[in-house]
């Protein structure tokens, strides 16, 4: 599967210049390095790491670690890693909301690394399957839907029975080799244009 690629990202140059000899250390690769959370959320967006190992707090900034996982998350870009030197309950709970893969605290070992990182990427990929699932089902619900209303609407031109109905979208659906969706959407659309 090859190394997993990672950008990291703190103000200061000494904890990054550590965590990614560390990094390096555990045969991960260190794709990027930011010293703010807006520009590491610009290089996720181009690199598509593997992971996003970030600080919380930014000296100076009103843009924290938690608003660009949040950002990461909401656009699918990358899980992310917090690290952080504090561990108030607060933070902790805008950490969850955001949608954050993993959360570790300052001072931290190199051992500590690997099952932190291969838990942020594992959560990130359920959400991502999650939300595959969903898109399927929401597609499957308005396919539904739209069908019963061409259903319907045959039924009443036609006179046929409901069987009949759903066999006419089906059968114009393989001759036009379009989904059934859309041919029901045409339907429907024939149906409004001749009403009006």
């Known amino acids: ?14 904890i990054l210049m550590d965590l990614r000899e560390m990094l390096t250390n555990l045969d991960y690769l260190v794709v990027g390095e930011a010293m703010d959370p807006r520009s590491a959320v610009n ?16 000296e100076g900034q009103d843009f ?18 917090l690290l952080s ?10 950490a969850l909301e955001a949608g954050v893969g ?21 959560r990130f990929q359920e959400f991502l399957n999650l939300q595959q699932e969903l898109g399927n089902l929401k597609l499957a ?21 409901e069987a009949e109905a759903f066999r006419k979208i089906q059968k114009m659906s393989m001759d036009t080799r379009k989904p059934m969706k859309e041919v029901a959407e045409a339907i ?7 009403k009006d």
């Not at 290089?43 to 930014?58: N, S």
């Not at 924290?64 to 890693?81: F, H, M, Q, S, Y």
């Open 1 to 14: 599967m090859g190394r997993k690629r990672i950008i990291i990202a703190d103000d200061e140059s000494l």
């Open 43 to 58: 290089m996720a967006r181009e690199l598509k790491p593997d992971l996003v190992i970030m600080d919380i707090k930014f």
């Open 64 to 81: 924290d670690g938690i608003d660009a996982a949040k950002i990461l998350t909401e656009e699918r870009i990358a899980p992310v890693l």
């Open 85 to 94: 030197a504090y561990s108030q309950r607060d933070l902790v709970q805008r």
């Open 102 to 122: 993993g959360y570790l605290v300052k001072p931290f070992r190199e051992s500590d690394l690997p099952p932190a990182i291969e838990v942020a990427i594992s």
């Open 141 to 161: 619900l308005d396919t539904r839907k739209l069908v019963d209303r061409a259903k319907g609407i045959l039924m009443d031109q036609h006179k046929l029975s």
């Open 188 to 194: 429907i659309l024939a149906y409004q244009a001749a």
